[in-house]
C-alpha cells in the first residue's frame, strides 16, 4: 500500500528530532495528525493551539504550498511527498 511520506528538512532537525515518515492521510490535516502520533513532539513545533501551521512552518505537498494554513483541508495524494521545513527569512 503507498502512503503519504513526510519530510523534514534538514534546518527543522536541528530543532526538532524528525525522521522521515510513512502515514496514511488524504488531507493535510490528516497526514499532520499521524505524524504527530508517532512524532509527538512536533505538534507544538509545527502547529498552535487551534492546530493551524505555525507562522514559522512552511509545508509544500510536493511543489505546491499548502494553501489551507487553518483548516489543513488540502488533498494529499496516496503518492504524494509532503515537505514540512522552517520558514527563513532575512536578507
Do not use: W
Not at 21 to 50: H, M
Request: overall charge negative; aromatic content about 6%; glycine content about 6%.
Amino acid at each position: 500500500m503507498v502512503v503519504p511520506r513526510v519530510v523534514f528538512t534538514p534546518n527543522l532537525r536541528r530543532h526538532v528530532a524528525c525522521p522521515d515518515l510513512r502515514v496514511e492521510g488524504t488531507s493535510l490535516l490528516e497526514v499532520l495528525q499521524a505524524a504527530f502520533e508517532q512524532q509527538p513532539q512536533l505538534r507544538g513545533y509545527i502547529v498552535d493551539d487551534q492546530f493551524a501551521l505555525r507562522k514559522h512552518i512552511a509545508v509544500f505537498i510536493g511543489s505546491r504550498p499548502a494553501l489551507d494554513r487553518t483548516g489543513l483541508s488540502d488533498e494529499v495524494a496516496s503518492d504524494a511527498e509532503v515537505y514540512v521545513m522552517q520558514a527563513l527569512s532575512g536578507g
